[in-house]
């Protein structure tokens, strides 16, 4: 166990020593840097001829006229999508209006409705025949009062003058 425990004790004070060491001077240690496997090195990447290196060098470019057209797209898209939202703002203000418009509608009906129904029913035909018999004095027609007239011309009929005596085929 001894020999455990004076292991231990070597280890620690190597520790120590290797953290409590300072390093003088105005430069920094430089670690070793570990290779990123997934990354390629210089040497693995192929050789591109000049034309293909110029080219792509060129297509990384942005010149005035591809900062142009991206502006002008980008306020075109902006433009277009500011109308959209003020036209779906006017449909939703539109669709308000008509719901409402609807419902007035539909109030007027029910309202039209009840006043032709109290109307109805407030006109007793019994009473008016009442009043126009017993008061006015009003009768039936008899079959002799009834005149049969055949108008050829039109379906209507305006009486300025008499009506001409029908004849009788019996």
């Known amino acids: 166990m001894s020999n455990q425990t004076g292991r231990r004790a070597s280890a620690q004070n190597t520790l120590l020593r290797n953290t409590s060491t300072y390093q003088y001077g105005n430069t920094a240690r430089q670690f070793q840097v570990v290779p990123n496997p997934y990354e390629k090195s210089e040497v693995d990447k192929p050789r591109l001829s000049n034309s293909a290196r110029k080219?792509?060098?060129?297509a990384l470019n942005m010149n005035f006229g591809y900062v142009v057209f991206l502006a002008v797209a980008a306020i075109v898209t902006l433009f277009v999508c500011i109308s959209y939202l003020k036209l779906q703002a006017e449909m939703t203000q539109k669709v308000k209006n008509i719901s409402s418009l609807e419902k007035?509608?539909?109030?007027?009906?029910?309202?039209?409705?009840?006043?032709?129904?109290?109307?109805?029913?407030?006109?007793?035909?019994?009473?008016?025949?009442?009043?126009?018999?017993?008061?006015?004095g009003m009768v039936y027609a008899s079959e002799k009062q009834v005149v049969l007239y055949n108008n050829e011309e039109s379906d209507y009929v305006r009486q300025y003058s008499d009506i001409p005596e029908a004849k009788k085929s019996k």
């Open 104 to 136: 007035e509608v539909a109030d007027l009906r029910s309202d039209n409705d009840e006043t032709y129904n109290r109307i109805n029913n407030a006109t007793d035909l019994d009473y008016i025949k009442k009043v126009a018999m017993e008061d006015l």
């Open 55 to 58: 080219n792509r060098e060129k």
